[in-house]
Every structure is written in structure tokens, then in C-alpha cells.
């Protein structure tokens, strides 16, 4: 991959992570009841996700779920339906414990957020659009598609990797503001209404965005 093309390829990986979405809401909520360590679990998911939809878009999958109107469809009510569920599950959580919550650490905690995280991504046509519309326009046909491919993933994953970290420790560093029952059912409460938010989004996302 050419440096122009790389470096011009990082500005929108840094743009597209910065904006908030269903990652970034995913990434917040898990920092502020599970800290930065533990939140690199559902982090993680979110990169696997990613990568299953890059790999999507390599093989030319991702271009047949964006023609066909019922492949589409059944992704993003998939999608929207599990956004609905978190934001319920989060409306729904009761006040912590801080110190126990963020002292847990148990091998199911992390592969419940390694999958939370992996949902939220892959369930996601949003992701899977953008990638068509963007990807063509660093990629040479005349050059080995796989080391540009690799050179592609590895830029998205490293950046997404250091937003979304970042999204996760900012929303850590509230925790310490948030000891009382009150408190913390107010911001779960957001945290649902930037879930159910997100959820309204992606079901407004229509298969001519790819066209």
C-alpha cells in the first residue's frame, strides 16, 4: 500500500472511529461499570466484528448482502433488536457497587463482554455499507489485494483500538463521581437512551446508502 494512500486511508480510519455510534455507547458503558482492563475484552470483540466485516467485503460478500434486500434487512433488524435488548438490560441495571464491580474478574465477565462487543459490530449493515463505499477508494486492482487488505486491517484495528480505549477510560474516570444509587441510575438510564438512539438509527439505514 502506497504511503499517500495509507496515510490518507488512516485520516478516515481516525474519522470514523471518533464518530460516535454503537461501538463508542458500547465502549462508555462497559468503562464505567467495568473499568479500562476489563473493557479491552468488549473492545477486543468490537475489532473481531470489524474484521468479520472486512473479510466480508474482501471475499465480495459484503457487496451480495448490500444487493440483497432480504440479507440486508435480516442483518439490521438482527442489529436493532440486540441494541434494543442492551438498552432495556442497561434501563433495567440496578445501582453497583463500585469497588466490587470493578474488582470483578472472572473468565465468564470477560467472555460475556468479548461477545457483547463482537455483537454489537458485526450485527451492524451500517459498518458493512461504509466499508464498500470507502474501501474501493484505497485499494489498487492492479496490486496484490492481500498485502493491501492486511496493511487495511491492521490501520483499522490499531486505530479503532486507541478510540475506543479512549472512549472506555474517559467514561472510567467518571466512576468516582458516581457513588450514590441516584447517580448511577441517571446515567444508566442515558446510557439507554444512547442505545435505544442507536437503534432508531440503524433501523432507518436503508440497503441505497451502498449505491
Known amino acids: 500500500m502506497q504511503w499517500d494512500l495509507w496515510l490518507a486511508f488512516l485520516g478516515a480510519s481516525i474519522a470514523i472511529s471518533v464518530s460516535p455510534g454503537a461501538g463508542a455507547i ?9 473499568g479500562l482492563r476489563r473493557g479491552y475484552w468488549s473492545i477486543t470483540g468490537l475489532e473481531i466484528g470489524l474484521m468479520v466485516q472486512l473479510a466480508a467485503v474482501a471475499v465480495g460478500l459484503g457487496a451480495a448482502v448490500a444487493q440483497s434486500v432480504v440479507a440486508f434487512t435480516v442483518i439490521k433488524w438482527i442489529g436493532v433488536v440486540y441494541l434494543v435488548y442492551l438498552a432495556v438490560r442497561q434501563w433495567r441495571s440496578a445501582p453497583w457497587d463500585l469497588d466490587q464491580q ?13 461477545v457483547r462487543g463482537f455483537l454489537v459490530n458485526v450485527t451492524n449493515p451500517k459498518g458493512l455499507v461504509f466499508l464498500l463505499a470507502v474501501l474501493p477508494q484505497f485499494v489498487v486492482p492492479t496490486a496484490p489485494l492481500l498485502p493491501q487488505y492486511l496493511a487495511i486491517a491492521a490501520t483499522m484495528v490499531a486505530v479503532d483500538l486507541v478510540v475506543m480505549g479512549a472512549y472506555t477510560g474517559l467514561a472510567s474516570r ?19 437512551g444512547l442505545f435505544a438512539t442507536a437503534a432508531v438509527v440503524l433501523s432507518l439505514v436503508r440497503r441505497g446508502v451502498a449505491t
Open 26 to 34: 458500547q465502549s462508555m458503558a462497559t468503562g464505567l461499570t467495568c
Open 102 to 114: 470493578l474488582g470483578a474478574d472472572t473468565g465468564s465477565g470477560r467472555l460475556v463482554l468479548l
Open 174 to 192: 467518571l466512576v468516582g463521581w458516581l457513588r450514590t444509587p441516584r447517580q448511577q441510575r441517571v446515567l444508566n438510564r442515558t446510557f439507554s
